[in-house]
């Protein structure tokens, strides 16, 4: 399907509401509900969605991702639009929380494979990311695999220090010859933080 777009979200409060009453609904043919859903990033909805077949009775849960723009000030008055693929389509988008992807059924389509793949995937990349310890100013933090910057200088040990009139948490990271440098991409990297640098330069 393509964009769908609506001025308004039909008395609903979020687009997560608006999006669960959608793919809930009851029909000759059939039942659909809602199990479970998230809006990730304020721009991707994920969903459980339940379909049980009124002639048989057969169960099956499948995943759904529908793209998402909000915009209560949109200068046409376009507020809200969302395109919704089954997980059979193989969607791009392959963030789904695991607590959805647990509750799909089996299923033997090999892009719905692929997607729900993906998507474990993208859980295990955070949670090795969130399991690395944060540098905090002050901390040594040593890379597996030496730097190189733009200014052609190669470091693998570094200070970090807190960025300077940035927001609070922003760092950047001082080499063993004084110059302040941003390591993009840190908890991708393998490093390790030794402790606190010592105090006696300036």
Known sequence: MGWLYMRSLAGYATPKAYL????????DTGC???LASSLVGRRTY???VEWITAASGAREVWGLVCLVRHNP?????????YKDMSESMGPCESECPARILNLLTATENTYALDWRARCRSNLALKARRAAKPTPKPG????????LQFRDGRTFSR?????WPGRRRGRLVFRSELGGLYRIPKLK???YLIEGKASRTRD
């Open 20 to 27: 669960d009453a959608q793919f809930t609904y009851d029909r």
């Open 32 to 34: 659909s509900r809602v």
């Open 46 to 48: 994920y969903a459980a």
């Open 73 to 81: 000030r949109d200068r046409e008055g376009l507020v809200f639009g």
């Open 139 to 146: 901390d040594v933090v040593v890379l597996a695999e030496p």
């Open 158 to 162: 570094f200070e970090a220090v807190a």
């Open 188 to 190: 991708d990297r393998v």
